[in-house]
């Protein structure tokens, strides 16, 4: 054992997969006099899979660490730039991508070699003893076991592992035959729909090669298939038929290949002790991003450096899970966006076939509209044109009709409660707030949620629309919208608080009652939103429903008369029509309670009382939260049914968020985390959505709408950020057109300001 304070001489390595292989080799370079010692329990040439795919990121890493393995493995690449879609007969093909890859048996011999001539002792056929007896007698144990890893469940409670299945089978087999693309096929078959990964992983010069193919479907399709039959060989032929169209009637080969479940890895800890987890070991990504070998060699990479930059073991396990989690957990969330669109793959299949092979190339949200308007235009312009985008015209500005309502672009100032009401009357804040977006742009300014009862805000500072002198500041309001900025619409949110009511300005304490003054609230069932902290509400009987009620009503003929373009009802994020919807806030045993065609009992009456009122040719949307995330509360299936139930009522639009029904809620935050939910309702019911969460970019909203995952997109904090987002957006895009004009007397400021010279004379010389 080392001496504390100086590098780790003796290491243990456990797996030899790439990472293992790859620290082994990169930490006995950088220390030639370190004892590195790696088992194996299977033979050198024993692999699953065939094919792996590296990124140029990655190469670049291996070049800079080791540049004899980098030649090695630039000897080995096949590299290739398009992608193909192939579906209901058509195939679109995008280029400009970039992929490099090996025979996955190929990168093993490279990586044994030069660990071999580096003097690692490599143990094949060999299985190694526990991760706690080598840490016993060696400085570092390396765990690169595999996403089965022994190590990180025989110390889990300190790992704190979580795997999560999914719904999907998938089997790795492979084609002696090099395809000319990263291909994607679908089959819609008579048991449901399947798809085919593949991608060249060698070639030769008479034109042979090999190509592994994956192929994925639906747990119910597989076994309705009949793929879950014990014969592997029949599985095999099986899918070469299916694909036959993109195997050329050509077999596929199996090595001991099996169906599969993937499995999602995820610890809360990377190291323990002096043991630490590397690879599919410490975190796995769906293989349709194809980053599995890619993480477990930049991991390699990382340690490695670690290792040496550090002053202590502790310092470097502490830096190199620092370096490498965001990295990961990033990549994560992308793998997961993939996954999911792959899972929910039957829903888009009706979609066109540019706007269907676009859905695919950016479902896991790196690849993007702008991303892919560079790397192949005339790919993105056939996409824009099916799409219906004018000459010239990014997607978001984009016209869109709702009933009698256009919108001369896609662009939502999103429902923001200011706080900053004096009994429920909106003031000259609120004004300039709305006002000021108005100008911006944006093709629809939504107000906040204005409450339809003095009970039914959220805070002394909510706004209302129950009383005529509220009515008459919104008017006041519109008016200017109108006015001032004609062509943008605006829309009003009529809500009521439920349980979250009588609370403090979100400033002075979120979701805390008030220190004196508090007023009684009510809700399907009296639970408070947080025990012991927020008051028992009062759960509405007959009498209740029927006057919540005729209070939405009295503020939706309010509404009318001051002028809103649009109505939305706010059935989401905890407040009392939600609260009526989940079954974690709804225990009724009457006929608003129970089973989900009677939870949606009460928000329907009164969506139908409102709906009744409002103009014929004005649209309404209704806001729903698409999931509770938590055990137990809504799921993204109910989330379709609410928002099927919605639509044949009347709804034009369904305005999907997420969450805020209960506070032990574990949201899965990230850039546009709450699309998946309004992308699965669009293509499931065919119905206008407004999409919300994190979206940020202008880049992100034309991704989406070309996309089909959303018909509008709803910004918040970027609104907060720059009132003239939407405008500034068209200004970075160097679009001048309908969907985006400048107010007249701000036509001055459209070009971006200068901020300095860049015309200094460039360098021509290097005197020495």
Known sequence: MTAPGAGPHRIAVIGGGPGGLYAAALLKRLGPAREITLWERNAPDDTFGFGVVLSDETLGGIEHADPVMHRALQREFVRWDDIDIVHRGHTQTSGGHGFAALGRRRLLEILHERCAGLGVDLRFRTRAPSAAELAATHDLVIAADGVHSATREAHAESFRPRVTGHRCRYIWLAADFAVDAFRFEIAETAYGVMQLHAYPFS??????????????????????????????AESVDQCAKIFANTLGHRPLRSNNSAWLTFRTVVNEHWSHGNTVLIGDAAHTAHFSIGSGTKLAVEDALALAACVEEQPSLPAALAAYESERRPVVESTQRAAAASLRWFEELGTYVDQPPRQFAFNLLTRSRRVTHDNLR????????????EFGCPPATPPMFTPLRLRGLELRNRVVVSPMDMYSATDGVPGDFHLVHLGARALGGAGLVMTEMVCVSPEGRIT??????????????????????????????????????????????????????????????????????????NQVPHALDRAGLDEVRERFAAAARRADACGFDLLELHCAHGYLLSGFLSPLTNHRTDAYGGPLAHRLRFPLEVFDTVRALWPDDRPMAVRISATDWAEGGTTA?????????????????????????????????????????????????????????????????NSLLL??????????????????????????????????????????????????????????????
């Open 203 to 232: 070639r030769s010069p008479e034109g042979g090669g090999a190509s592994t193919v994956i192929v994925e479907m639906r747990e119910e399709v597989w076994r309705a298939a009949g793929f879950d039959v014990p014969d592997p």
């Open 374 to 385: 560079l790397r192949d235009p005339a790919f993105t312009s056939g996409v824009e044109e």
């Open 460 to 533: 002394p500072g909510c706004t209302g629309l129950y009383t005529d002198e509220q009515a008459a500041a919104w008017t006041r309001i519109t008016d200017f919208v109108h006015t001032a900025s004609p062509g943008t619409a605006i829309g009003v949110q009529l809500g009521h608080s439920g349980r979250k009511g009588s609370t403090k300005l979100m400033w002075e304490g979120i979701d805390q009652p008030l220190d004196h003054g508090n007023w009684p609230v009510t809700a399907a069932s009296p639970l408070p939103y947080a025990p012991d902290v």
């Open 637 to 701: 299936e109910d989330a379709v049914e609410i928002a099927r139930a919605f639509v044949a009522h009347g709804a034009d639009a369904i305005d999907v968020s997420t969450g805020q029904v209960v506070p032990g809620e574990r949201p899965e935050y990230g850039r546009s985390y709450q699309t998946p939910y309004a992308d699965r309702i669009r293509n499931t019911l065919c119905v206008p959505v407004i999409a919300v969460g994190a979206i940020s970019s202008w880049d992100d909203v």
């Open 707 to 768: 996309a089909g995952r959303a018909d509008l997109c709803a910004l918040a904090r970027p609104h907060l950020y720059d009132p003239h987002w939407t405008l500034h957006a068209a200004a970075e895009q160097g679009y001048s057109g309908p969907g985006a004009p400048w107010p007249l007397p701000y036509r001055a400021g459209s070009r971006t300001p200068p901020t300095g010279r860049t015309d200094a004379p460039k360098p021509r010389l290097t005197l020495g």
